[in-house]
């Protein structure tokens, strides 16, 4: 039986999370727009209700609940404040590369500290993206082995949170010669000799959230710094890319939320705004373009669902748990493509539609869409950086059409590069 009904354990948390977005995100969204931060109390609150930690597993210090009541709580998080679930405390994305990169051993003990008591004033960061592309494939950022070290030149940029990040997961060369098939990521502390913090950039979009860059000058790691370091070429770039598509899957939930923000936002103002004796929305042209907005919310919000559930259960092979509901009619488990499949076409429609939500309803707010009394105009803003936010519609696009035609996944084709388009992470 096909069901899009989430489970009444899951209806309990999506109320509560909307409940916090209702009554405490939404009401301050120009405040923390205006402030470029999240309140202390925001992210403790945030943090008592377990949301740092609920697309990670147990093995990794997580709440183990899997990728669909992620998705389902992301949603409600960016329908109070996009930029909200980029500004709370915790290991965010940082914790799925690690959870995928690293042994269950280190990431139970490198997130420990983030999803703990406190772990609501600690982030972390992920450093992948680069202003520049090198004269090779690959990245300028470079980690060259030094005896039983490794040491890493250069600098990473669009990464978000860098100035408050306490540690960072840094993408960087280690072979030349390979391309995106030789890159290592290695775990840097803030307090690392030759680690440079730049300013906080200024952006579109997001303000509660914070973007930046960081500069390596000869920074020194031990070998044991290097996550992934124990497996082979094929087995890193699958895991690499792996931590890009459900990273992807929830910046994409993300994106539902937004849409959802900003056509609640539109119909309510076409519905109250009256010409020639009647509503704006009771034109045919309005009408027709609010209820293309609706299918677009419902439409991305079923193609992340479909694509959580199959990582759910693909994980459930994959670390020998038992099936979900009754194993008598359960379908077969999802093949790894599947999973990559579904999260591209999820992604692009995502994202597309966040930003088809965000300028309709702009348009439909008439003169007044372009006034800060009314929130489509950040919602339209936020919606432009959010597409950037992850693998990009454009790069969810190549991911699917390797997959449809049989193309090896190489990591330049499916993941935001310098050559392409960059990514905040």
Excluded at 68 to 95: H, Q, T
Excluded at 390 to 417: C, F, K, N, S, Y
């Amino acid at each position: 039986m096909i069901t899009f009904e989430p489970s009444d354990d899951q209806k309990l948390m999506i109320e509560s999370v909307a409940q916090f977005a209702r009554t405490v995100l939404r009401p301050r969204i120009r405040e923390t727009e205006r402030q470029r931060a999240l309140p202390e109390s925001v992210r403790r609150t945030a943090h008592d209700l377990g949301l740092a930690a609920i697309a990670l597993p147990e093995r990794a210090s997580g709440a183990g609940l899997g990728l669909l009541d992620a998705v389902l709580l992301e949603e409600e998080i960016a329908w109070g404040d996009p930029a909200a679930a980029f500004a709370l405390g915790g290991p965010g994305a940082f914790g799925l590369a690690v959870t995928e990169l690293a042994t269950a051993d280190e990431a139970a003990a490198i997130l420990a500290p983030f999803t703990g008591e406190g772990g609501h004033e600690r982030f972390a960061s992920v450093a992948w993206g680069e202003a520049k592309p090198a004269v090779r494939e690959g990245f300028t950022t470079t980690a060259t082995k030094d005896g039983g070290d490794y040491r890493l030149s250069g600098g990473k940029s669009f990464v978000v949170n860098a100035d408050r990040a306490e540690a960072f997961l840094v993408f960087a060369q280690v072979d030349a010669a390979k391309g995106f098939r030789g890159l290592g990521a290695f775990l840097v502390t803030r307090s690392a000799k030759g680690l440079g913090v730049l300013p906080r950039a200024k952006t579109l979009g997001l303000d509660a959230a914070s973007f930046g860059a960081i500069t390596l000058d000869d920074v020194v790691v031990p070998a044991s710094a290097r996550l992934g370091a124990a497996m082979d070429e094929d087995t890193f770039v699958a895991a690499t890319v792996r931590f890009f598509a459900r990273h992807a899957l929830l910046v994409a939930a993300r994106a539902v939320g937004l849409s959802r923000a900003a056509f609640d936002a539109t119909r309510e103002y076409v519905d109250g705004r009256k010409a020639f004796g009647k509503p704006i929305g009771h034109f045919q042209a309005v009408a027709f373009t609010v209820a293309d907005r609706a299918m677009d919310v419902d439409g991305a919000r079923v193609l992340v669902w479909r694509a959580a559930s199959s990582w759910d259960a693909f994980d459930r092979v994959r670390w020998g748990l038992p099936a979900a509901g009754d194993p008598s009619k359960t379908a077969p488990p999802p093949r790894e493509k599947d999973c990559l499949l579904q999260t591209a076409q999820a992604v692009a429609f995502a994202h597309e539609a966040a930003m088809r939500c965000g300028d309709d309803g702009v348009q439909l707010h008439g003169g007044a869409g372009f006034m800060r009394d009314y929130i489509v105009e950040k919602l339209m803003r936020d919606a432009k950086q959010l597409a950037l936010c992850t693998m990009t519609a454009e790069h969810a696009d190549q991911l699917a059409t390797a997959i449809r035609i049989g193309l090896p996944l190489d990591p330049a084709l499916v993941l935001p590069t310098p050559e392409s388009q960059n990514a905040f992470v």
